[in-house]
Protein backbone atom coordinates (compact mmCIF):
# COMPACT_ATOMS: atom_id res chain seq x y z
CA UNK A 1 0.00 0.00 0.00
CA UNK A 2 2.63 2.51 1.38
CA UNK A 3 5.11 2.80 -1.65
CA UNK A 4 2.67 2.07 -4.27
CA UNK A 5 0.69 5.00 -3.26
CA UNK A 6 3.21 6.95 -3.08
CA UNK A 7 5.07 6.41 -6.30
CA UNK A 8 1.46 7.10 -7.65
CA UNK A 9 1.60 10.63 -5.87
CA UNK A 10 5.04 11.04 -6.93
CA UNK A 11 3.82 10.50 -10.36
CA UNK A 12 0.91 12.95 -10.27
CA UNK A 13 3.07 15.75 -9.21
CA UNK A 14 6.62 17.12 -11.19
CA UNK A 15 7.16 19.62 -7.97
CA UNK A 16 6.70 18.73 -4.80
CA UNK A 17 6.87 20.78 -1.30
CA UNK A 18 8.34 18.57 1.80
CA UNK A 19 7.95 19.82 5.48
CA UNK A 20 10.87 19.57 7.62
CA UNK A 21 9.36 16.20 8.73
CA UNK A 22 10.37 14.16 6.18
CA UNK A 23 13.89 15.43 6.41
CA UNK A 24 14.06 14.70 9.96
CA UNK A 25 12.85 11.03 9.40
CA UNK A 26 15.12 10.57 6.34
CA UNK A 27 18.43 11.92 8.43
CA UNK A 28 17.56 9.88 11.64
CA UNK A 29 16.83 7.39 9.73
CA UNK A 30 13.13 6.28 11.47
CA UNK A 31 12.12 2.88 11.10
CA UNK A 32 8.82 3.67 10.88
CA UNK A 33 9.25 5.85 7.75
CA UNK A 34 12.52 5.25 6.23
CA UNK A 35 11.06 3.46 3.53
CA UNK A 36 8.71 6.43 2.38
CA UNK A 37 11.17 8.95 2.48
CA UNK A 38 14.38 7.36 0.85
CA UNK A 39 11.83 6.82 -2.08
CA UNK A 40 11.43 10.57 -2.16
CA UNK A 41 14.95 11.08 -2.02
CA UNK A 42 15.14 8.70 -4.78
CA UNK A 43 12.47 10.28 -6.87
CA UNK A 44 14.11 13.81 -6.22
CA UNK A 45 16.96 13.03 -7.70
CA UNK A 46 15.45 11.97 -10.83
CA UNK A 47 15.80 14.15 -14.52
CA UNK A 48 12.62 15.81 -14.55
CA UNK A 49 12.03 15.78 -10.37
CA UNK A 50 12.16 18.70 -8.66
CA UNK A 51 11.04 19.66 -4.66
CA UNK A 52 10.74 22.81 -2.75
CA UNK A 53 11.41 23.61 1.06
CA UNK A 54 11.24 26.78 2.98
CA UNK A 55 15.06 27.66 4.39
CA UNK A 56 13.16 27.08 7.87
CA UNK A 57 13.18 23.53 7.67
CA UNK A 58 17.03 24.00 7.75
CA UNK A 59 16.96 25.45 10.83
CA UNK A 60 14.35 23.21 12.41
CA UNK A 61 16.45 19.72 11.22
CA UNK A 62 19.68 21.26 12.67
CA UNK A 63 17.99 22.31 16.14
CA UNK A 64 18.04 18.79 17.36
CA UNK A 65 21.80 18.19 16.12
CA UNK A 66 22.70 21.26 18.53
CA UNK A 67 20.49 20.51 21.04
CA UNK A 68 22.35 16.86 21.12
CA UNK A 69 25.57 18.84 21.51
CA UNK A 70 26.31 17.48 17.66
CA UNK A 71 27.89 20.27 15.89
CA UNK A 72 29.63 18.12 13.95
CA UNK A 73 26.71 16.68 12.54
CA UNK A 74 24.61 19.54 12.05
CA UNK A 75 27.35 20.69 9.46
CA UNK A 76 27.40 17.78 7.66
CA UNK A 77 23.39 18.14 7.50
CA UNK A 78 23.59 21.12 6.17
CA UNK A 79 26.34 20.74 3.56
CA UNK A 80 24.42 17.53 2.41
CA UNK A 81 20.90 19.21 2.27
CA UNK A 82 22.35 22.97 0.88
CA UNK A 83 23.86 21.37 -2.33
CA UNK A 84 21.09 18.46 -2.80
CA UNK A 85 19.88 17.99 -6.39
CA UNK A 86 17.04 19.67 -7.40
CA UNK A 87 16.06 20.83 -4.22
CA UNK A 88 15.22 24.02 -4.12
CA UNK A 89 15.44 26.33 -0.25
CA UNK A 90 13.16 29.17 -0.34
CA UNK A 91 13.35 32.05 2.44
CA UNK A 92 10.53 33.43 3.16
CA UNK A 93 10.12 37.34 1.64
CA UNK A 94 7.01 39.38 1.81
CA UNK A 95 4.57 37.25 -0.33
CA UNK A 96 4.88 34.49 1.44
CA UNK A 97 4.70 36.11 4.97
CA UNK A 98 1.20 37.92 3.94
CA UNK A 99 0.27 34.13 2.61
CA UNK A 100 1.31 32.46 5.52
CA UNK A 101 -0.73 34.93 8.10
CA UNK A 102 -3.47 34.47 5.79
CA UNK A 103 -3.54 30.48 5.99
CA UNK A 104 -2.86 31.42 9.87
CA UNK A 105 -6.06 33.09 10.41
CA UNK A 106 -8.10 31.16 8.17
CA UNK A 107 -7.06 27.73 9.31
CA UNK A 108 -5.64 27.97 12.81
CA UNK A 109 -2.30 26.78 11.58
CA UNK A 110 1.29 27.30 13.75
CA UNK A 111 3.24 29.94 11.99
CA UNK A 112 5.95 27.42 10.83
CA UNK A 113 3.14 25.40 9.07
CA UNK A 114 2.10 28.41 7.69
CA UNK A 115 5.40 29.53 6.05
CA UNK A 116 5.93 26.11 4.62
CA UNK A 117 2.57 25.88 3.00
CA UNK A 118 2.89 29.70 1.94
CA UNK A 119 6.37 28.48 0.33
CA UNK A 120 4.75 25.58 -1.82
CA UNK A 121 2.01 27.60 -2.52
CA UNK A 122 4.31 30.74 -4.21
CA UNK A 123 6.84 28.09 -5.53
CA UNK A 124 4.20 26.24 -7.55
CA UNK A 125 4.07 22.98 -6.10
CA UNK A 126 1.38 21.11 -6.88
CA UNK A 127 2.06 18.14 -4.23
CA UNK A 128 2.84 18.67 -0.36
CA UNK A 129 4.17 15.40 1.43
CA UNK A 130 3.87 15.79 5.21
CA UNK A 131 3.27 13.84 8.24
CA UNK A 132 1.27 16.52 9.79
CA UNK A 133 -2.60 16.69 8.52
CA UNK A 134 -2.79 20.26 8.79
CA UNK A 135 -1.74 20.37 5.43
CA UNK A 136 -4.69 18.88 3.90
CA UNK A 137 -6.75 21.94 4.83
CA UNK A 138 -4.92 24.79 2.44
CA UNK A 139 -5.84 24.62 -0.60
CA UNK A 140 -3.57 25.51 -3.87
CA UNK A 141 -1.93 21.79 -3.27
CA UNK A 142 -2.44 18.26 -3.05
CA UNK A 143 -1.49 16.76 0.86
CA UNK A 144 0.55 13.28 1.16
CA UNK A 145 0.23 12.59 4.97
CA UNK A 146 2.57 9.44 5.20
CA UNK A 147 0.91 7.84 8.03
CA UNK A 148 -1.62 7.48 5.77
CA UNK A 149 0.08 5.40 3.86
CA UNK A 150 1.51 3.19 6.85
Known amino acids: MGLGNL ?12 DTNIFIYELEEN ?22 TSTLTMTEVLTGFYLRKE ?30 ARFRAQHRMRTPDAIQAATAV ?8 SNDPVFQRVEGFETLVLDGLL
Do not use: M
Not at 40 to 52: C, D, N, Q, S, T
Not at 72 to 83: E, K, P
Not at 122 to 129: K, N, P
Open 7 to 18: TAFLRQHHRVAL
Open 122 to 129: QSGATGFI
Open 31 to 52: PRCLALTRHIFRWLEGPHHAAV
Open 71 to 100: PQRAHQNYALLSIYPRLEWVAPDLKIADLA
